[in-house]
């Protein structure tokens, strides 16, 4: 529920009116994303990418998840429901440690606010 409310406050921060994460990809067909097309652009870029600061350094662009862009992240880690996706259910690997408890609730309620 938490990553609901963060969702929510993003969308809120982006000047979405609406806070029903099932017209998201209405509001975002209107133009006002970044210009990455297909909705989810506007929400990656508020939500996502301050996530993965740590992360592109591997996986912007060799090594799948693509995470530098919406439009760069593969279809894949795209695929709801959220809760499975590897993107909010991988853990440590590489020797790196992984996102947060917390921080995966925002990527799975993320992927489930896409069109
Ligand atoms: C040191 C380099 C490195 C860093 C930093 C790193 N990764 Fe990875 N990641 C990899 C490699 C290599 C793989 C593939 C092998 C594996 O799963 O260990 C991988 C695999 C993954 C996968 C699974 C892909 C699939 O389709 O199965 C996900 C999801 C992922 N990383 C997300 C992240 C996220 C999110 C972060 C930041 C919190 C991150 N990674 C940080 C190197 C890295």
Same mark, same amino acid.
């Given at each position: 529920m938490k990553g609901i409310k963060?969702?929510?406050l993003a969308l809120g921060l982006a000047a979405f009116s609406a806070c029903d994460?099932?017209?998201?990809g209405d509001e975002d067909g209107n133009g006002s994303g970044n210009g990455n097309g297909m909705g989810g652009g506007q929400t990656f870029?508020?939500?996502?990418?301050?996530l993965v600061t740590g992360c592109v350094g591997c996986h912007g662009g060799g090594t799948a998840p693509? #995470? =530098?862009?919406?439009?760069?992240l593969e279809a894949k880690y795209k695929m709801k429901p959220g809760a499975s996706n590897v993107l909010a259910t991988k853990g440590d690997h590489q020797s790196?440690?992984? #996102? =947060?408890?917390e921080q995966r609730a925002t990527v799975?309620?993320?992927?489930?606010?896409?069109p």
């Open positions: 963060l969702l929510c994460v099932g017209e998201v870029t508020s939500m996502i990418s301050p693509n #995470l =530098t862009s919406f439009s760069a790196i440690t992984y #996102l =947060t408890t799975a309620a993320w992927i489930d606010s896409l």
